[in-house]
């Protein structure tokens, strides 16, 4: 069964940065591309960024470059996503997910979701 957790949403003030983290299993983490979305309150969901399988290569969303920055290790199956900078429009449900490769907006699978709060 696959089987995505992400953590390490908080609250934090503008400005402020988090590290969020995705824990993989029941696949081959290694030999798949990766990527987060994001869904704001009472919007849809965004795609936000995404990793090739062996993290040569790198997406990201024009809210988000130059501010979060995507990376993975293979060896312990876990996703991060490190967001600095950040503005309240960041504020929303944060979900790692796979399928339909990095860039694609399309998923196969998706966690549960961590929640990130900016505000003041």
């Known amino acids: 069964e696959v089987q995505l957790v992400e953590s390490g949403g908080d609250w934090v003030q503008p400005g402020g940065s988090l590290r969020l983290s995705c824990a993989a299993s029941?696949?081959?983490?290694?030999?798949?591309?990766m990527k987060w979305f994001r869904q704001a309150p009472e919007k849809g969901l965004e795609w936000v960024s995404g990793?090739?399988?062996?993290?040569?290569?790198?997406y990201y969303s024009n809210y988000v470059k130059g501010r979060f920055s995507i990376s993975r290790d293979n060896a312990k199956n876990t996703l991060y996503l490190q967001m600095n900078s950040l503005q309240i429009e960041d504020t929303g449900v944060y979900y790692c997910?796979?399928?339909?490769?990095?860039?694609?907006?399309?998923?196969?699978?998706r966690g549960q979701g961590t929640q990130v709060t900016v505000s003041s």
């Open positions: 990793i090739s399988n062996r993290g040569a290569y790198t």
């Open positions: 029941g696949f081959t983490f290694s030999i798949n591309d």
């Open positions: 997910a796979t399928g339909y490769g990095a860039s694609s907006s399309q998923y196969n699978y």
